[in-house]
């Protein structure tokens, strides 16, 4: 007999972030089966892109400048990677996949007017003020915005493909995607976030102490 007092995972953790890793996608497939609402983060690559919507993830995270230039004013990381949202928006459309982009680290509102047109984005708050004081005409959108130009030129249908029963080929292509750069950006991320993660539980501690 089961105990009342006691309720199933999903019953208590309704959304859930993972890393887009082999391993963290998988594990995102697990939770949507139990009704868990998944996004998975730092996504750099089309490879994590898909086989996120495979998995069936609510939302994916491309981050369109690495972590390191978010958090070091000094750091060129060599301009933003907005295309990758437009491109994975693109395949999800045209493949009927429920998976929508949720676009991450921006840093100017330039990059937010030429993501105009994506299912959602996350502004850190300087930049929200700023946007928000700054005029943002329907001509500036039209000639900036990546998904406004598309919608004026025809391009070449997406490639199909899967990786869902394949953790060979899918690592074989993400290691290669980008001449290695988005596992390399991938794994320096998560390893940002876990020192982040370190240091605010420190900090918690430190608190309860006092």
């Excluded at 004013?73 to 907005?82: Q, S, V």
Aim: hydrophobic share 35%; glycine share 8%.
């Amino acid at each position: 007999m089961s105990n009342p007092s006691l309720t199933s995972t999903s019953e208590v953790v309704k959304n859930a972030s993972l890393a887009a890793t082999w391993e963290g996608l998988q594990a995102c497939r697990q939770l949507t089966s139990q009704g868990i609402q998944t996004l998975a983060t730092t996504v750099f690559t089309m490879e994590q892109a898909i086989l996120a919507g495979e998995c069936g993830c609510m939302y994916i995270s491309p981050f369109v400048h690495e972590l390191k230039a978010v958090f070091d004013e000094n750091y060129d990381d060599g301009g933003a990677n907005l295309a990758l949202c437009l491109e994975a928006q693109q395949y999800y459309e045209h493949y009927s996949y429920s998976t929508r982009v949720k676009a991450a680290a921006l840093l100017s509102v330039a990059e937010a007017k030429g993501l105009a047109g994506v299912a959602a984005i996350t502004i850190p708050p300087d930049l929200l003020r700023t946007l928000a004081s700054t005029e943002v005409l329907g001509q500036d959108i039209d000639e900036l915005s990546l998904f406004a130009q598309s919608k004026r030129s025809k391009g070449n249908e997406p490639v199909r493909r899967t990786y869902m029963n394949d953790e060979t080929s899918w690592r074989e292509a993400f290691s290669k995607a980008y001449g290695g750069k988005g596992s390399r950006l991938t794994g320096e991320a998560i390893d940002a976030f876990k020192e982040y993660q370190i240091k605010g539980e420190q900090l918690m501690l430190e608190k309860e102490k006092r």
